[in-house]
């Protein structure tokens, strides 16, 4: 690790930061983290909404980072070349301000919106433009905005699984988990609500044939009802998801993802996609439409998964080989 500068922290913005739909918050908290040598050109990663600004373990954290496997010396994001930048989402489950520094209802925050907090964040940092913007998931609605807002501070957007808009269909299926949280934390079970939300969104994150390979249709008999092995495995998930998250922030997150819209055509910086395609909730046709209206130069990658959306966590080899040839060639 020599030579790898860790820093981690939070600051104030000392300003109030107006929200695109018209929230305001006073002063927000951002919090961040920026792992590699000082003086390295930087890349920003993000990624879904249930990502972290914790990029990958290091001496003083040793806890796993949400890009552990992409992230540190000699990966793909490579800390002894570059400098790697997180940071909490607006609103989301973790430092930067939301549910968990603020009580009551959080106001709506847009992919646009994270976006300028990262442009503010690079500010306080004395960042001045970002040598490439990983972003997967959420986290590439969020670089897309920020390609599209500072073109001056970006040299290069890389985007797995995300669009410039949601596709219908799933967009209906959130307004569905949303509507599953606010229903049980008015019976006073949020918990619940949760757990029923995370197990509608692994049905739509994982690809059929997975499901079909995985999971036997045969019952089992519980007190006179059947039950099946997809339903162990999706509410056990559930569980798990329930017990780590906070009810606000899932509904503040999951809005922000349908409060993507963007015209791909404001975007002139090059640009990858990578699309698996099984995803989803990030469809091929979709990313397809996306990379043909980029004003830039636009690689776009498909590739074979049977882990649909969920294969930005699952394919390490395959991105990774491409990450570093980006890194490497441009």
Not at 17 to 39: D, K, M
Not at 216 to 235: C, H, K, W
Not at 298 to 317: A, I, M, P
């Amino acid at each position: 690790m020599t030579g790898i500068s860790v820093r981690r922290g939070e600051f104030s913005l000392g300003e109030t930061f107006t929200l695109q739909y018209g929230g305001q918050l006073p002063s927000p908290q951002v919090a961040y983290e920026l792992i590699g040598p000082e003086g390295a050109p930087v890349l920003m990663a993000m990624g879904g909404i249930s990502a972290t600004r914790h990029i990958t373990s290091t001496a003083d954290f040793p806890e796993a980072g949400w890009w552990e496997d992409f992230a540190g010396p000699g990966r793909a994001l490579d800390t002894s070349r570059f400098r790697v930048l997180g940071m909490d989402f607006l609103g989301g489950n973790d430092q930067t301000q939301g549910p968990r520094l603020q009580a009551g209802v959080f106001p709506s925050v847009s992919p646009e919106d994270q976006a300028r907090l990262v442009a503010r964040l690079m500010d306080e940092l004395a960042i001045p433009s970002l040598h490439v913007f990983f972003g997967a998931s959420y986290g590439g609605m969020v670089a897309l905005q920020f390609a599209a807002l500072f073109p001056e501070r970006i040299e290069k957007v890389v985007i797995v699984g995300a669009t410039h808009r949601p596709p219908a269909i799933a967009t209906a299926l959130r307004c569905v988990q949303r509507e599953a949280i606010r229903r049980c934390q008015k019976l006073g079970d949020a918990a619940e609500g949760l757990r029923i939300a995370r197990a509608i969104g692994m049905v739509t994150y994982r690809s059929a044939l997975e499901f079909e390979q995985r999971f036997e249709a045969t019952p089992q008999f519980r007190d006179g009802r059947a039950t099946f092995p997809v339903q162990d495995y999706l509410f056990s998930r559930g569980d798990a998801f329930a017990e780590r998250f906070l009810p606000e922030a899932v509904l503040c997150l999951s809005e922000s993802i349908d409060l993507q819209q963007l015209e791909p055509e404001r975007i002139t910086t090059p640009t990858d996609l990578f699309c698996a395609g099984s995803d989803y909730v990030a469809p091929p046709d979709l990313m397809l439409e996306l990379s043909r209206r980029i004003a830039a130069p636009c690689r776009y990658t498909q590739y074979e998964s049977l882990y649909g959306h969920d294969s930005f966590l699952k394919e390490v080899d395959l991105l990774g080989s491409h990450f570093k040839r980006i890194l490497e060639n441009g």
